[in-house]
């Protein structure tokens, strides 16, 4: 009568924090008031043709219907709310070895209480806390051979069969539905935890390494495509001009704007297939998929323009310009960070050549600044 069904987001029983422990005790509270109730069924059945005394079906009753409160109280109360549910699911396990005995180890009853309370319990916390588990019930077992004495019922009657039905039916369900919330919690926390592994956290783009990893996928499709009509495809390498500067006479807060304000002008005039990324510092990246060099620079050109025509409130005589290096996919590279460097190449001869520019490399490897300054 003591099994309750198990939190998928918390199976390891290790020590948390006390919000963390009163959030699993709140979910196990009402699953253990499920759970007691099926297992009061299964345990009356087993205990009336024992005929037991008045305060054995009050002790049932307390177990099944008013312990899953105090339960809860419990563990709310404690200091630590885990190590409070850790002691309840031992006081559960010792009271289902109590009532296995008690029944005389009523094959049916006896199998499906210590059954679903193992599963319990490994689910829970693994061997460790199945193992605590088990030293719990024989203790409860002890406790009832020295109230009621050594027995064994041989079968198991047709009532307590059907007695038995709801707890082989239902709580299986209540566990599947609650592994199914579980795995979606667990799925989702696990997106959200790659996406902010892989994003920059100032600008909201791919980080270094995520985006050299989409740079990286990127050469491989091109490379596969060569000898298609494939348009190939450009990276772009981003620096704002004179961006120490910025800092230094603005201050950094007002650098951080600037960062901002050219990460918005990336998502909102780029393609849904463009990876866009902060390089590192004051750099970012993009990554063009066929797209021609041409095209590409005057999409380059373009923010450029815009971003030098920005306006910032706080800082009205601010003006901030873009030096922008294009290299674009040549069958010649032998590897992306080939590529990357024909970019890092034409960043570097717009910067040398004036700044505020688009400066662009094909895969002859030959510099030509194609947009420049105003």
């Known amino acids: 009568m003591a099994c309750v069904p198990f939190n998928g987001g918390d199976l ?9 422990g009163l959030s ?10 499920l759970g007691l109730a099926l297992g009061f069924l299964c345990v009356a059945a087993g205990m009336y043709p024992l005929h037991p005394s008045p ?5 049932m009753s307390f177990n099944a219907f008013i312990w899953p409160h105090l339960a809860y109280q419990w563990a709310r109360r404690s200091a630590v709310p885990f190590r409070g549910e850790h002691r309840n699911l031992l006081v559960d396990a010792f009271l289902g070895g109590f009532w296995v005995a008690a029944m005389h180890f009523n094959p049916l009853p006896t199998t499906t209480t210590l059954s679903l309370m193992a599963m319990n319990n490994i689910a829970l916390g693994g061997v460790p806390f199945f193992l605590a588990g088990c030293l719990a019930q024989a203790l409860g077992i002890a406790l009832a051979l020295l109230l009621f004495g050594a027995g064994f019922v041989a079968q198991s009657s047709s009532l307590q069969l059907y007695a038995c039905l709801p707890m082989l039916t239902l709580y299986p369900l209540a566990l599947g539905f609650i592994c199914y919330q579980q795995a979606n919690v667990l799925s989702r926390h696990k997106r959200e935890l790659l996406a902010l592994s892989r994003t920059d956290s100032l600008s909201g783009l791919l980080n270094h390494g995520a985006w050299k990893d989409q740079l990286e ?3 491989q499709r091109c490379r596969r495509q060569a000898s298609t009509q494939n348009q190939g495809g450009a990276i772009a390498l981003i620096d704002i001009d004179h961006f120490k500067a910025i800092n230094d006479t603005y ?13 918005k002008l990336l998502k909102q005039n ?3 297939s463009d990876q866009a990324g902060r390089y590192g510092g ?5 990554i063009l998929p066929d797209v021609p060099l041409e095209h590409a620079a005057e999409l380059m050109e373009a923010l450029r323009c815009r971003f030098g025509g920005l306006g910032y409130e706080q800082n009205p005589a601010l ?6 290096g294009l290299a674009a996919y040549s069958p010649d590279h032998s590897d992306a960070l080939d590529w990357l460097n024909d970019a890092d190449q034409a960043l570097y001869e717009a910067k040398t050549t004036g700044r505020n520019k688009v400066s662009c490399r094909r895969g002859d490897h030959l510099p030509k600044v194609l947009l420049n300054s105003l």
Do not use: M
């Not at 390891?12 to 963390?20: D, E, Q, S, V, W």
């Not at 003006?319 to 922008?324: A, N, P, Y």
């Open 282 to 286: 004051d750099e970012f990246c993009v």
């Open 55 to 59: 305060w054995v079906w009050a002790l």
């Open 24 to 33: 699993l005790a709140r979910r196990l509270y009402k699953t253990r008031i």
């Open 12 to 20: 390891a029983l290790t020590p948390h924090n006390g919000g963390k």
């Open 319 to 324: 003006q901030v310009s873009l030096s922008i």
């Open 251 to 263: 201050g950094h807060v007002a650098g951080d704007i600037v960062l901002r304000q050219l990460s």
């Open 217 to 219: 996928i990127e050469f």
């Open 270 to 272: 780029l393609r849904i």
